[in-house]
């Protein structure tokens, strides 16, 4: 099939495009010698006979672009005709402001040299590969940044790199104008060069514990009158408890919503990192049974075993075939299906993720099951009423 003239604003486009792929390549290495080239298809006699006005538009559409190579037709009933053939562009510099992306592609070169220069004297013993790596990987960023934050960005990495702040919180730098929102705001940046220039993981900089949001379900159990709290997992391991059950569920509300359990103490999941977050808890192991209830989806399971993982004996609840097929009206689609192999699902829980994966990747959230069909079997398998 034939293609028509390539008109002009097709062609900024496809320039555009060329400009964000290599945005980054060319911020450190100028782009000299990057070249943009495509042909404009030129009507023939036949398509210009057809639609005269069309082809002259066309054609005037080009008159004014420089880079445009122009070919000369002898045609028998159109006479001798000059046609644009072939835009040639030549240069990063000719490419972006034929794109419309000039600001964007100056700004990136600026900033991304102004980093180079700026920690090139920091690298020692480091490759200076390292330093064009970590600036080419961050370019958009630095380009979409005024001057002064590049410049604030260049001495941080050199000040940290000749004073090393391991252990201290973004709040102790001494940096002036180096607040804990900027630095947390541009920390991707400032690690990624620091690595760069000193070879380190990372800044040193203390972390956030995560939080570890738990419900105790159980009056008996509780410490005083607290019985819901959030706190890092090092805090909750201190706390006198000796559940029969700890139940895991993904879903906030779910937890919120869950009901006085005898013996039971609830903890919200955190999706694929759920065992890391938990694993300083020592009552959680110990914990005689340990229930895990997650989305009715593929990455559902795929975090049940991840879970299982570290440890074994969890059992899921909810998340089986009859639970999935008797909410079919409250099925959703998958938007990114996972297909690894979860060796350690039990026969009715692979059976439930086979029947996902049959009705077309689809999924039933926690959220989604009614919390009148839910209770009751939550009730019945944490007190052992009904086998898992």
């Not at 495009?17 to 042909?39: H, M, N, Q, S, Y």
């Not at 105790?216 to 009158?225: F, N, T, V």
Request: charged share 25%.
């Amino acid at each position: 099939m034939s293609r028509g003239p390539v008109s002009l604003a097709d062609a900024r486009a496809r320039a555009a495009k060329r400009v964000e792929r290599d945005l980054r390549d060319w911020a450190v290495d100028g782009g000299e010698g990057a070249v943009f080239e495509i042909p404009l298809l030129p009507p023939s006699e036949r398509v210009v006979l057809s639609d005269p006005e069309s082809a002259r538009g066309w054609r005037e559409s080009w008159a004014a672009v420089e880079a445009v190579t122009w070919v000369t037709r002898s045609w028998p009933s159109v006479g001798t005709q000059r046609m644009p053939d072939r835009l040639v562009l030549r240069g990063a510099d000719e490419i972006a402001r034929f794109a419309g992306r000039i600001r964007e592609w100056r700004a990136a070169r600026a900033h991304a040299h102004a980093v180079l220069d700026g920690l090139s004297p920091e690298l020692g013993e480091t490759d200076p590969a390292a330093l064009a790596s970590a600036v080419r990987a961050h370019a958009r960023r630095l380009a979409s940044l005024p001057e002064s934050d590049v410049e604030r960005i260049v001495g941080v990495v050199r000040w940290v790199a000749a004073n090393p702040v391991d252990g201290l919180r973004i709040r102790h730098v001494p940096l002036r104008g180096v607040d804990t929102k900027w630095l947390a705001g541009h920390r991707a940046v400032v690690e990624a060069l620091h690595c760069a220039v000193t070879g380190r993981a990372s800044l040193g900089l203390a972390e956030v514990d995560p939080l570890v949001r738990i419900r105790i379900l159980d009056a008996g159990l509780a410490s005083g009158a607290l019985r819901y709290a959030a706190a890092p997992a090092t805090e909750w391991d201190e706390l006198d408890i000796d559940p029969l059950v700890v139940l895991i569920v993904e879903n906030l509300e779910t937890l919120l919503a869950l009901d006085d359990l005898e013996g039971t103490v609830a903890i919200h999941g955190a999706g694929y990192g759920t065992a890391s977050r938990i694993r300083e808890i020592s009552w959680v192991a110990a914990a005689p049974r340990l229930l895990y209830w997650g989305d009715l989806d593929s990455h559902g399971f795929g975090i049940l075993h991840e879970f299982r993982s570290s440890y074994p004996h969890a059992e899921s609840i909810l998340m089986d075939e009859a639970t999935l097929v008797a909410h079919r009206d409250l099925w959703v689609p998958e938007p990114r299906p996972a297909t690894a192999l979860l060796g350690s699902l039990t026969e009715p829980e692979a059976a439930a993720r086979s029947r996902i994966a049959a009705e077309g990747a689809v999924r039933l959230e926690q959220e989604r099951i009614p919390w009148a069909y839910a209770a009751p079997i939550l009730r019945a398998r944490v007190t052992g009423q009904v086998p898992g």
